[in-house]
C-alpha cells in the first residue's frame, strides 16, 4: 500500500514491510483499510501541507481537523473508521484529536515499537491510538505496545526489579474505570495561561466535575514551560535536516529530470519532492547544527528539554496527573495559519512538552465551544499511562 507521508517526494512509495504496529493490529483481529492524510512528513499542526490538499474537519469542514495526524482524527470522527493510528511529535495525534472531538494518546517514549515508522525526529515522536472514546483507544494501546527486538528504544532500563518492559502483558482497557477518588491533579497556570478564555473555561468545567468525583487539584510550577516551544522546533527541525538527508532522488522516491551532475540533481530533486514547510525546517535545522551555531541552538534547546524533564519530575512527586488544554485555540479556519508559520508553531505550547520530557499524555474531549471540539489532556509519569487513561475516562462519564 503506498505510503506517501503526504509528500510528493514519496508520491509512489510502496514499503516492502509492515510496520511493527501494523503487524500487531493485523494479528489481533483488526482491519487496515487504508493510509489516511497528513501534513507533508509530519510537518503541520493543521493537515493542509500535505503534497494532496488539505483534510476538513468533519465537526465543521471550513475548519482544519488539527495535525499531523489530521486524516486518522477525522477518519474517526466522521465514522470512516472505529480506530487509527497516528504519530506523535510534538502533538501530532493529540491535537487532532482535540480539534475533532475523539481521544487521541502519545505513549511514554519507548513504550510502543518505531520501527517501521517513517521518522521526523527520532527521539521525540510516539506512534499513538486515536479512537471514539477512552477505552477504545486503551484497548488499541494493549495491542500495540510492547517491546521489539527491531527497535532498540523499547528496549530500555525500566527502573523496576525485573527487566520485564511495561508493555509486555498491559491492559490499559481496565484502566478506563472512571475512578478518580484518590487521584491529585496538577494544574500548571503556564499552560492556561493565554490560551482562548471559552477554552480555558471549557476545560476548567471538566476539572470542576472531576473534582465532583472525588479528585484532589492542586496548583503545580512548569517553569521552564516558557521555553519548551522553543526548545521542541530547535531539536525536531535539527533531527528532521538529518533524517531527510535519505532523499536524494538516488535510492527510493522522487528523482529529478535534471541531466546536470550529482549536487544539480540533488538539489532539483528536492526542491521538486519537498513542499515549502518542509523546506523551511529543513533550513532551519540545519542552520542550527551548522558550525559556530551547534552549542547556541541545538546545545541550549537540550539544556531546556532537561529542564522540562526535571520540572515534570518535581511535580509529579506530589500529584497523579497534570491537565491543561490540549490545545490553547479553537480550531483554525482553512488557510488561517498557513501564511504565518510562528502562529502555527506557537499553538503547540501545551503538547510539545510532553514530547520532550519522553512523558505519556492523553486528549479527551471535554466539551464544546462555539459548536467546537475543546480538548482537555492529561500528563503523566514515564510509563503511567493507566494514570491518565483512568482521569480521561472519568472526563467521559
Known amino acids: 500500500m503506498k505510503t506517501t507521508c503526504g509528500s510528493e517526494m514519496l508520491a509512489q512509495y510502496e514499503p516492502p514491510f509492515d ?18 492524510n497528513m501534513d507533508e512528513f509530519g510537518m503541520g499542526t493543521t493537515t493542509e501541507t500535505s503534497a494532496f490538499g488539505p483534510t476538513k474537519n468533519p465537526v465543521d469542514p471550513e475548519r482544519v481537523p488539527g495535525g499531523s495526524s489530521g486524516g486518522s482524527a477525522a477518519a474517526v470522527a466522521a465514522g470512516e473508521a472505529e480506530l487509527a493510528l497516528g504519530s506523535d511529535t510534538g502533538g501530532s495525534v493529540r491535537c487532532p484529536a482535540a480539534f475533532c472531538g475523539v481521544v487521541g494518546i502519545k505513549p511514554t517514549y519507548g513504550l510502543v515499537s518505531r520501527y517501521g515508522l517513517i521518522a521526523y ?47 509486555t502483558e498491559p491492559d490499559y482497557a481496565a484502566a478506563a474505570d472512571g475512578d478518580v477518588s484518590e487521584m491529585t491533579i496538577g494544574i500548571p497556570e503556564q499552560l492556561f495561561d493565554g490560551a482562548d478564555e471559552d477554552v480555558v473555561a471549557t476545560v476548567e468545567t471538566a476539572i470542576a ?54 549536487n544539480e540533481s540533488f538539489a532539483q530533486t528536492r526542491s521538486e519532492g519537498f513542499g515549502s514547510e518542509v523546506k523551511r525546517r529543513i533550513l532551519l535545522g540545519t542552520y542550527a547544527l551548522s558550525a559556530g551555531y551547534q552549542d547556541a541552538y541545538y546545545g541550549r534547546a537540550q539544556d531546556a528539554r532537561a529542564w522540562v524533564k526535571r520540572d515534570f519530575d518535581d511535580a509529579f512527586d506530589s500529584v497523579d496527573v497534570v491537565a491543561s488544554p490540549t490545545m490553547p485555540v479553537k480550531p483554525f479556519r482553512l488557510g488561517e495559519s498557513l501564511d504565518d508559520p510562528l502562529k502555527m508553531y506557537l499553538a503547540d505550547a501545551n503538547t510539545t512538552p510532553a514530547n520532550l520530557a519522553n512523558l505519556p499524555a492523553i486528549s479527551v474531549p471535554a466539551g464544546t465551544t462555539d459548536g467546537l471540539p475543546v480538548g482537555i489532556q492529561f500528563v503523566g509519569p514515564k510509563f503511567g499511562e493507566s494514570a491518565i487513561i483512568r482521569a480521561a475516562s472519568a472526563v467521559e462519564m
Request: charge should be negative; avoid cysteine.
Open 19 to 36: 510496520a511493527t504496529v501494523v503487524e500487531r493490529v493485523s494479528a489481533a483481529g483488526g482491519e487496515i483499510v487504508g493510509k489516511t
Open 121 to 167: 525526529a527520532n527521539s521525540l515522536e510516539q506512534i499513538g491510538p486515536m479512537a471514539g472514546s477512552v477505552e477504545e483507544a486503551a484497548t488499541l494501546l494493549s495491542v500495540i505496545a510492547g517491546p521489539d527486538e527491531r527497535d532498540a528504544t523499547t528496549r530500555l532500563d525500566t527502573g523496576t526489579a525485573t527487566e520485564t518492559h511495561p508493555g
Open 209 to 262: 466535575e472531576l473534582k465532583s468525583q472525588g479528585a484532589q487539584t492542586q496548583p503545580v510550577s512548569l517553569p521552564s514551560l516558557e521555553y519548551a516551544v522553543e526548545a521542541y522546533y530547535v531539536i525536531a527541525m535539527s533531527e528532521a535536516s538529518s533524517n531527510l538527508a535519505r532523499f536524494d532522488g538516488v535510492r527510493y522516491g522522487h528523482r529529478s529530470d535534471s541531466e546536470g551532475d550529482w
